[in-house]
């Protein structure tokens, strides 16, 4: 079956807005005609390439297996203050359904609640293949861990139990202050060795039959696929039909790469690891 976007969530206005968080996207809880939601604006700081891979990353995310939040675009219809001077404008916006939980705080602890432990060995192999640098960047001098992209859900879920969340996907395929253009296809990008997403605490919970499975599933992602997640990014967030169809190359060509060498690289990164047979 072709992809198409689907979901239970369908808010279609913004009811209240509330006060912008001091983010590069200036982010900013709102209520909806469907509850309480997170909103990314037109006109944060960052720019509109950041709301277009956030947009695809989420999608990419679930398409690979994980638990995400809800998503939905959500067409804003006055401006509005946000933080450090910056003005939200009229259009459509990025936004997640708020959900109750906590941002995970970096500790081994936390994790042995959660239901779907298997989803950190993806998280891993997922952050790699899509060059996410703003959960846990593999740079030698790169950005510093940010725990909070790591979200515990406590919905639908035992009392005492958690859910792995992953969250906010600007930075899959760009880095700060990157935009997406046509050179995004580059073999540079395409081709880069670095595991992402391997935080300290994650390094004794990754399962090798995981490895294995994530490595089946980007085999699956094909051209098509791609482009049918970066059609349904807005023209309003001014991503050209040449970025387009580079970034559609760059996600299916990455797959199968990384499904290529993941295991290898995770054997180089963590030595004790063992073979795919332990």
């Not at 090798?208 to 791609?226: F, S, Y």
Request: hydrophobic share 40%; net charge negative; aromatic share 8%.
């Amino acid at each position: 079956m072709p992809w198409a976007h689907q979901t239970n969530w369908n808010p279609t206005r913004v009811t209240e807005i509330g006060e912008s968080a001091d983010t590069s996207t200036g982010v900013v809880e709102v209520v909806t005609d469907a509850g309480r939601a997170y909103l990314k604006p037109i006109g944060n700081r960052q720019g509109p390439h950041v709301l277009a891979t956030d947009w695809v990353g989420t999608h990419l995310a679930k398409w690979f297996g994980l638990s995400t939040f809800d998503i939905a675009i959500i067409v804003v219809k006055e401006g509005f203050e946000l933080r450090r001077g910056a003005m939200a404008r009229p259009g459509p916006a990025f936004a997640a359904r708020a959900e109750s939980g906590d941002a995970w705080g970096g500790g081994p602890n936390q994790l042995a609640s959660t239901v779907n432990p298997q989803d950190i060995t993806r998280l891993v192999v997922f952050d790699t293949w899509t060059l996410n640098c703003d959960r846990h960047d593999g740079k030698p001098g790169g950005r510093r861990p940010n725990y909070g992209n790591v979200y515990l859900g406590t919905e639908r879920v035992e009392a005492g139990k958690s859910r792995l969340i992953a969250m906010d996907h600007g930075l899959c395929f760009i880095r700060s202050g990157e935009d997406l253009t046509a050179r995004l296809n580059q073999i540079d990008k395409v081709q880069e060795g670095h595991i992402h997403g391997l935080f300290p605490a994650f390094r004794n919970m990754l399962q090798n039959p995981i490895i294995t499975a994530c490595a089946a599933r980007l085999r699956e992602m094909d051209a098509t696929t791609a482009a049918a997640m970066i059609e349904t990014v807005p023209r309003e967030w001014e991503v050209p039909p040449e970025a387009r169809s580079a970034w559609a190359e760059l996600i299916y060509r990455r797959a199968v790469f990384v499904a290529d060498n993941i295991r290898e690289w995770i054997d180089r990164d963590v030595p004790w690891f063992g073979s795919p047979g332990e």
